[in-house]
C-alpha cells in the first residue's frame, strides 16, 4: 500500500532521511501525517481545505496534512479557500494546473514547481519552494509572497507593492513581463483587467481553461 498514516516522530525522521533541513520543517504542524510513497498522479483537483476529501480513500481521515514522498502531479489545481488549511509536503517535484491560496496553508516543495496561474492572497501562510517556481502567471496579493525561493522565479511576476516586478525572495528572476490581459482566460478578469478570484476559483474547480 502506497498511502498511509504516520506519526510527527516518522515525519521527521523521513524528512531527516531526505536531507529536508529542520529550519524548513521546524515550522510545520505537529501531528499525525498522511503518507504517499513514491509518485502520485491525481486526476482532478486538490484541496487543503479541512473537512474535503482525500484524494487516497486509505488516507481519508488525514489530519495534519499530507507528505509525498516523491513527485506529485495533478492534472487539475492545488487550492484552499477556507481556514485550517492542511499542510502539503512534496518530497520531489510538485505539477499542477493552477495554485489559488487565500487562506493558511503550509506547502514546501523541495524540488521544482510547474504551473499555468499562481494566485495567492495575504494569508497566514508558510510556502517554501526549494527549486524553480515557475509558472505561466504569478500574481502575489496583499503582500503575500512565498517565503524562500531556492530556484528561479519564471513567468509574468505581479506583485501590487512593486508593480509587475518582485524578485519573491528568489535565487533568480525570469520575470516575462506579458501583461496578465494577454495570458488569462478573459473569464478569469474584472472589466479593470484585474484577476476575479472568485471567476477564478470557479474554473480551477471545473477544469476550464486559465489561459487563453
Not at 180 to 203: F, K, N, Q
Request: charged letters at 20%; one cysteine or more; proline letters at 5%.
Amino acid at each position: 500500500m502506497n498511502t498511509r498514516h504516520i506519526t510527527w516522530d516518522e515525519a521527521t525522521a523521513l524528512f531527516e532521511q531526505r536531507g529536508l533541513p529542520r529550519s524548513i520543517w521546524q515550522n510545520l504542524y505537529e501531528g499525525e501525517y498522511a503518507l504517499h510513497t513514491g509518485n502520485a498522479v491525481v486526476e482532478g483537483n486538490l484541496s487543503l481545505n479541512t473537512g474535503e476529501d482525500a484524494p487516497w480513500p486509505e488516507i481519508a481521515d488525514w489530519d495534519t496534512g499530507y507528505i509525498i514522498d516523491g513527485d506529485l502531479t495533478l492534472t487539475g489545481s492545488l487550492y484552499d479557500i477556507d481556514d485550517g488549511a492542511a499542510a502539503l509536503i512534496v518530497l520531489g517535484n510538485l505539477t499542477v494546473a493552477g495554485l489559488h491560496t487565500t487562506c493558511d496553508p503550509k506547502i514546501i516543495v523541495t524540488g521544482d514547481t510547474t504551473a499555468e496561474v499562481i494566485f495567492a492572497e495575504y494569508s497566514d501562510k508558510y510556502l517554501v519552494f526549494q527549486g524553480d517556481l515557475r509558472a505561466v502567471v504569478q500574481v502575489w496579493l496583499s503582500e503575500s509572497a512565498p517565503d524562500h525561493i531556492g530556484g528561479t522565479a519564471a513567468g509574468s511576476l505581479v506583485h501590487p507593492t512593486y508593480g509587475r516586478y518582485t524578485d519573491l525572495e528568489a535565487a533568480q528572476v525570469d520575470n516575462t513581463g506579458i501583461p496578465i490581459t494577454d495570458l488569462l482566460a478573459p473569464e478569469t478578469l474584472t472589466p479593470t483587467g484585474e484577476v476575479d478570484s472568485d471567476a477564478l476559483h470557479a474554473r480551477l474547480l471545473s477544469g476550464l481553461p486559465l489561459l487563453r
